[in-house]
């Protein structure tokens, strides 16, 4: 096995439209909209972000998916991490997946990640607004399991010592994550695909032994929002400069950061002693999906996000044995948040050679 890091990049499928989505939020309704109606909330505030070599593209579209495959895979990327929607046994936005396992193409390494947040109108995963509902059973737990064996015998399928990986996004609403757990292993080598390497995303908690729920590991979301760096427009000078009319009352509306704050938070957090992946992120912006309060992470660039990665491909190879060196990239294609590996036209490629580069240097 190589011994460089394998960077596995989250990939969001929300690009092509769907019923519930033209209910929701009109007709056609894609990640796209909200991307294009983006516009600078003060000044220097980077948005729109646009597709460059890409485009517009339409995820139920084949030549698209061998597109974004062939160019990750020519910049370093080892595989995407799908996000995976499933509700009660309704599975959302499952066509690009389903065409690609069934296809065989991309030929291309991937794994999931199950997002089992409520789908809410205002995009936080949340109490409030639900459009659509996370309900746990162990029946549900035991049809989801069923529902993953194709994939999960699939030979593109990233592994960890011989066990499919997969990712949970957030353990801590599971009712009784380790019942889920025992349920999951057990079918899965029933059925004869082997154990599964079982990771909690630390997006809303952190310092939780994944051992303590049944997991082997944890991986940190990135932005951490627990360490997110100074934020720049709050305080009584701020908020007198933007009555006087000399800053965007936008600033009082949203949350904005330096990213280069960012980095020198998440380099300088303490880190568990568990079993944990590290994780990074290009910039941060989801202004295109919120009115207010939205989080901003200002002025990143190819070389502020280079020396963030480069310092997390180094630790791994550091801290984990050749199998095991994982990092994950927020995202490939988190467009409406900002948050894209894939080309822009202000940058072009400039992220992904950089990725490149960071994982050339460390072997």
């Known amino acids: 096995m190589s011994t460089k890091a394998r960077l596995i990049a989250f990939y969001l499928p929300q690009f092509h439209p769907i019923p519930e989505n033209n209910a929701w939020w009109g007709t056609g309704f894609t990640e796209w909209t909200n991307v294009s109606k983006a516009r600078p909330l003060f000044k220097g ?25 062939e160019l990750a895979r020519e910049y370093g990327i080892h595989g995407f991490c799908y996000y995976h929607y499933w509700f009660n046994g309704r599975r959302i936005l499952e066509r690009p997946f389903t065409e690609v396992l069934a296809s065989g193409n991309p030929d291309f390494p991937f794994c999931l990640c199950w997002a089992n947040e409520n789908w809410t109108r205002t995009w936080d995963g949340g109490a409030d607004n639900i459009l659509l509902r996370q309900r746990y059973s162990d029946e549900d737990d035991l049809a989801h ?29 599971l009712p009784d994550p380790k019942r889920t757990v025992d349920i999951w292993r057990s079918e899965a080598c029933k059925a004869g695909a082997g154990d599964l390497y079982l990771v909690r995303v630390e997006s809303f908690t952190s310092g939780m032994e994944p051992a303590s729920i049944g997991f082997d590991a944890a991986v940190e979301f990135a932005p951490d929002w627990h360490n997110k760096g100074n934020i720049t427009q709050r305080g009584l000078f701020s908020k007198l400069m933007t009555y006087l009319g000399l800053k965007s009352m936008n ?16 380099l300088g957090k303490e880190l568990p002693t568990y079993p944990f992946y ?20 200002h002025n990143s660039t190819p070389e502020l996000y280079f020396r963030w990665l480069n310092e997390v491909v180094e630790w791994t190879s550091c801290n984990h044995s050749p199998e095991e060196r994982l990092v994950f990239v927020n995202a490939w294609n988190e467009w409406g948040e900002g948050n894209h590996l894939e080309p822009d036209l202000r940058w072009g490629k400039q992220y992904l050679e950089k990725t490149r580069q960071a994982i050339n240097r460390c072997n």
């Open 278 to 297: 590290r994780c990074v992120c290009p910039s941060f912006d989801n202004s295109p999906r919120r009115k207010t309060d939205s989080v901003v992470f």
């Open 251 to 266: 600033c009082l509306k949203h949350q904005i950061y330096e990213y280069s704050s960012l980095v020198d938070a998440m």
């Open 145 to 173: 399991i069923h529902s993953l064996l194709p994939a999960l015998r699939d030979s593109r399928y990233i592994r960890i010592k011989g066990k499919a990986l997969i990712l949970v996004y957030r353990t801590e609403i």
């Open 45 to 69: 505030h980077y948005q729109p972000h646009l597709p460059a070599d890409l485009g517009f593209y339409d995820l139920r579209l084949p030549e698209a998916r061998i597109a974004q495959a």
